[in-house]
């Protein structure tokens, strides 16, 4: 490790010998700040030997390893902020964590994280990763006793969509803002940091995106939003100093809200705005339907958000196009297994038509 500097404690040299991941020459620089910044910490409290435990013997049978929490949870470390327990848990165990929502505390963690302590357990062990979980199959039934008749698909493009509040007794997020942005991360140019995202979620046009010149909105955009795809859930954060609007029918459903209601988002908060589970659940009930219920999901699949300005019953704008700023975005994954499930269902019983 030929970056370490000179005078580099014994005990912060034998602790960075276990940290995982390849970095260039700045972060590897980084990484020792930060473990001497722990260690510091530590032993002042007389857990030292505990780190070194948990650690060399990458055990979860360890002590939990505290410091004090800060007013706003974060660590900073030379010029960088972060989440303390992320920021060891990357450097001991996943170099490739993006986020606390990719990080469950196990159950005899006293002093984990979210449970907002004076002091935080920063022992990696103490954590676990969040796994995205298996989709179930969807059978699709040979035979199916299909009406001859449905009703129309309920179409909510044209109506004037109800309002609401971030939903009550939900924790809001503290404005954590990782050293580097996670997966998928869009920026107020409607461009994503990694590709990898486009799998999940795909933006609508950056043209979509971009606001009026001529409007102020622009200019209280800020950071924007932060979109996050994990364990099988998609999250918006507002990272803006003013709110952003969000209409997704998975989540209304989840509320128990009208299919067309818009969320206000203030800032520093997020919402799950998609769940692949509850997804999963009513695709397999729709295919006992027929194919016109089945194709009606692919409305749960357009998220619809603005910022800045909000649209709905309670507001100016009607509409989520007049609102100076907005995107759509489409669910490629969620998408593909309708298709998949569609293809197998064959023709509908209907036949379409351009007044269908």
């Not at 067309?260 to 006992?288: D, R």
Request: charged share 20%.
């Amino acid at each position: 490790m030929s970056s370490i500097l000179p005078f580099t404690p014994p005990i912060v040299k034998r602790l960075l010998g276990w940290k995982k991941g390849e970095q260039n020459g700045q972060e590897e620089k980084w990484c020792e700040k930060a473990v001497k910044s722990l260690v510091k910490k530590l032993k002042k409290t007389g857990q030292l030997d505990e780190l070194e435990k948990a650690i060399t013997t990458q055990s979860i049978n360890t002590k939990c390893i505290t410091i004090p929490r800060s007013l706003d949870g974060r660590l900073q470390v030379s010029h960088r902020k972060g989440l303390p327990h992320v920021i060891y848990c990357r450097l001991w165990r996943w170099p490739d964590l993006h986020s606390h929502h990719e990080l469950r505390a196990m159950e005899m963690c006293e002093f984990a994280f979210h449970m907002k302590k004076d002091e935080v357990c920063v022992n990696p062990y103490h954590y676990q990763r969040v796994e995205t979980p298996v989709l179930p199959p969807v059978l699709v039934p040979r035979h199916t006793e299909v009406p001859s008749e449905f009703p129309p698909l309920d179409d909510y493009t044209h109506s004037i969509p109800e309002n609401t509040n971030f939903p009550a007794g939900i924790e809001p997020q503290s404005n954590y803002i990782p050293e580097t942005p996670p997966p998928g991360y869009i920026s107020e140019d409607g461009e994503t940091s990694d590709h990898q995202m486009n799998h999940s979620m795909e933006t609508g046009s950056a043209a979509d995106l971009s606001p009026n010149p001529l409007s102020p909105t622009h200019s209280n955009l800020g950071r924007g939003v932060r979109l996050y795809y994990i364990g099988g859930e998609v999250f918006a954060e507002c990272l803006s100093d003013s709110a952003i609007f969000v209409q997704s029918p998975n989540c209304n459903q989840r509320y128990g809200w009208h299919p067309a209601t818009v969320c206000k988002i203030p800032p520093g908060c997020n919402l799950k705005i998609f769940n692949n589970q509850e997804f999963a659940a009513l695709l397999a009930q729709s295919v006992n339907q027929g194919f016109e219920a089945v194709y009606q999901l692919t409305r749960m699949c357009t998220i619809r958000m603005s910022f800045v300005k909000g649209w709905g019953a309670e507001y100016r704008r009607q509409t989520v196009t007049s609102t100076p700023c907005w995107i759509e975005l489409h669910l490629n994954g969620p998408l593909q297994w309708l298709d998949k499930v569609l293809t197998q269902m064959g023709s509908p019983a209907i036949r379409c038509s351009s007044m269908s």
